[in-house]
């Protein structure tokens, strides 16, 4: 099992899909579902979608640093 999946009971909108969504990953303080995960890591950079994928990935903003 993958540590980095979190199942969460309330649900989460995926920033792919923006549909809600019980598991899926973190990164910084973005939310991604299993489903658009798993077809984001299939999706070859030959494929029209990865240019979507891509695009809706630069909404991820870097947290912070604060020291």
């Given amino acids: ?16 899909c923006d549909m809600e969504k019980n598991a899926g990953i973190h990164l910084y303080t973005s939310f991604i579902c299993v489903d658009c995960e798993k077809e984001m890591t299939r999706t070859k950079p030959s494929d029209p979608k990865y240019s979507y994928f891509l695009e809706k990935l630069r909404r991820i903003k870097n947290p912070p640093l604060y020291s």
Avoid: A, Y
Avoid at 1 to 16: H, L, Q, W, Y
């Fill in 1 to 16: 099992m993958n540590s980095n999946r979190i199942p969460n009971s309330k649900g989460e909108t995926c920033i792919i």
